[in-house]
């Protein structure tokens, strides 16, 4: 039991600052600017390196052939992922953003805009409420399940 309590405190303290961290970006951030997507940045996928032999190397020999076969396929030679790009100013200086994250299609339309939060007195810290939001769930709900199943496994178990 002892084991479930300090396991609980420490989601806690978890959940504490995550939301702690998310509550002073949000604050910071409270000029809003439109951000304009200009472009997207490519990311080609790249074969492994196989000039080391090794444990793996008849799996990815087997996986660039299956590879190699699907794109041949739809006229590509390697795949392609694309990452979008924003621009935004603040005070006359536009500044960029590139996405973390990669699609296998262009899911924007150049030229399209979103809402941004900047912070006023340092205009390169910004703040997407969406992905934020997201974020903070996701490392809540599992900092929070964590001593739900422990004390699950607890009940049933025994100690």
Avoid: W
């Amino acid at each position: 039991m002892l084991a479930f309590i300090i396991v609980a405190l420490i989601s806690a303290t978890i959940i504490a600052v995550t939301y702690t961290g998310y509550a002073r970006k949000k604050n910071a951030c409270s000029q809003i600017v439109e951000c304009r997507l200009i472009t997207y940045d490519e990311k080609i996928h790249a074969a492994p390196d196989l000039s080391e032999p090794g444990i793996f190397t008849n799996y990815y020999e087997q996986q660039m052939k299956s590879d190699r076969e699907r794109f041949m396929d739809i006229g590509r030679r390697a795949p392609v992922e694309f990452s979008p790009v924003y621009a935004y100013t603040v005070n006359d200086k536009v500044y960029k953003i590139r996405s973390n994250i990669y699609t296998p299609k262009r899911n924007e339309a150049l030229g399209n805009i979103i809402p941004l939060f900047v912070d006023p007195d340092h205009p390169e810290r910004k703040f997407f409420p969406e992905p934020e939001k997201a974020k903070l769930t996701y490392i809540c709900a599992v900092a929070a399940a964590v001593p739900v199943i422990m004390l699950l496994f607890l009940f049933l178990f025994g100690e």
